[in-house]
């Protein structure tokens, strides 16, 4: 079972970058697929991107594409999200998951996803 802990967070302002972490503990962190939701004040959660166990393959929503980039360094159990050019849009509670591999690429239904962290905080002020 996957432990997820994400930091990173803040306040920022627009057009800046913020890199998020989630640190996976408590199974073989290689094993499973991650990625990143969040959720706006008054909003659903929703997707961000996803990333293959190895890294080889990453899906984005619309939304961040070519502003946000997913990765993972399986040796030190750390998945990241870069996101540049951020916008108030983005502000959100961040959200790191973990799915284990099943039919289906990209999972983008949180129902898809076994284990979530606690969640981050970024604030993009206007």
């Known amino acids: 079972q996957a432990q997820l802990v994400e930091s990173g967070g803040g306040l920022v302002q627009a057009g800046a970058s913020v890199r998020l972490s989630c640190a996976a503990s408590?199974?073989?962190?290689?094993?499973?697929?991650m990625g990143w939701f969040r959720q706006a004040p008054g909003k659903e959660r929703e997707f961000v991107a996803t990333?293959?166990?190895?890294?080889?393959?990453?899906f984005y929503a619309d939304s961040v594409k070519g502003r946000f980039t997913i990765s993972r360094d399986n040796a030190k159990n750390t998945l990241y999200l870069q996101m540049n050019s951020l916008k108030p849009e983005d502000t959100a509670v961040y959200y790191c998951?973990?799915?284990?591999?099943?039919?289906?690429?990209?999972?983008?239904?949180?129902?898809?996803?076994?284990?979530w962290g606690q969640g981050t905080q970024v604030t993009v002020s206007s």
């Open positions: 998951v973990a799915k284990t591999p099943s039919v289906g690429w990209p999972a983008t239904s949180r129902t898809a996803y076994d284990y």
């Open positions: 990333i293959s166990t190895r890294g080889g393959s990453t």
């Open positions: 408590g199974d073989t962190f290689s094993n499973y697929i």
